[in-house]
């Protein structure tokens, strides 16, 4: 799809490729992380690659990967990874208008390349044109360049990580929080934003305790209500657009 007011497919796909590199940069040691803590726990090596290749979750991996590694049932395993990646339906509402006239084809395959960091790049991205009017191949750019990413660092974890067995002790891991973190400053642009920022942070926080990490779900879903809440115009304004 090429329209005449936007750059052509490849330069779309090449822009969206650029624009996530920073991303790619902090995902890259949790990849390695995840590969070195396969390669010490129950599952072969083609385990921890085909879980890259088919799940690309970072967060579900690693804890699928400590459930694994604990005797967990399949169901417990599934459960859990599946309220962890709830966060994904989010994602999806926010960037469906941009994506909803395209065909099922394509909607599933940026759905299954849409990642937190894929989410942010092609949110800026998006959010500065009128839903339906950018292509898709910015999107699809920014996705397979990060699942790429993800594949090649999950080997290098695989293939050296025996190499270094102290190689999770040495705060790589915080590459990732500070990912999160470049996610979700720049958003924080409007009080709404900033009050569910706040309120789904602190009660992740004071709620990590609970079990299958129903308080993270918990969390977000409190965040959503509150930035909702302070999204819904005040008596005054609908009074004054009444009489407008």
């Known amino acids: 799809m090429t329209h005449p007011k936007h ?23 949790f990849g390695v992380i995840f590969g070195t803590l396969v390669t010490s726990g129950p599952l072969h090596l083609w385990h921890g690659q085909l879980m890259s290749l088919v799940v690309f979750a970072g967060s579900a991996q690693f804890i699928a990967l400590g459930l694994i ?27 469906a208008p941009y994506v909803s006239h395209l065909p099922l084809r394509w909607r599933l395959a940026l759905g299954g390349v849409l990642t937190d960091e894929v989410f942010a790049v092609a949110w800026a991205h998006y959010r500065h044109h009128p839903p ?45 929080v500070a990912t999160f973190i470049a996610i979700v400053v720049p958003q924080l642009v409007a009080l709404r934003y900033f009050a569910a920022a706040v309120t789904a942070g ?29 999204s819904r115009p005040s008596p005054q304004r609908r009074t004054a657009e009444v009489a407008q």
């Open 202 to 230: 602190a009660l992740a926080f004071f709620w990590q305790a609970w079990p299958y990490k129903l308080g993270l779900l918990a969390a977000v879903l409190a965040g959503v209500v509150v930035g909702v809440l302070l």
């Open 132 to 176: 339906g009017s950018v292509s898709p191949y910015y999107f699809l750019g920014a996705g397979l360049a990060m699942y790429l990413n993800w594949q090649i660092w999950t080997l290098a974890g695989l293939l050296f990580g025996a190499t270094f067995p102290g190689l999770q002790s040495l705060g790589l891991d915080f590459a990732m």
């Open 69 to 95: 590694a604990g005797h967990a049932s399949f169901a417990v395993v599934w459960a859990t990874t599946l309220v962890v990646n709830l966060r994904h339906v989010l994602y999806s509402a926010t960037l």
């Open 7 to 29: 750059p052509a497919r490849s330069k779309e796909f090449t822009a969206g490729a650029r624009d996530i590199i920073p991303m790619m940069v902090g995902a890259a040691p």
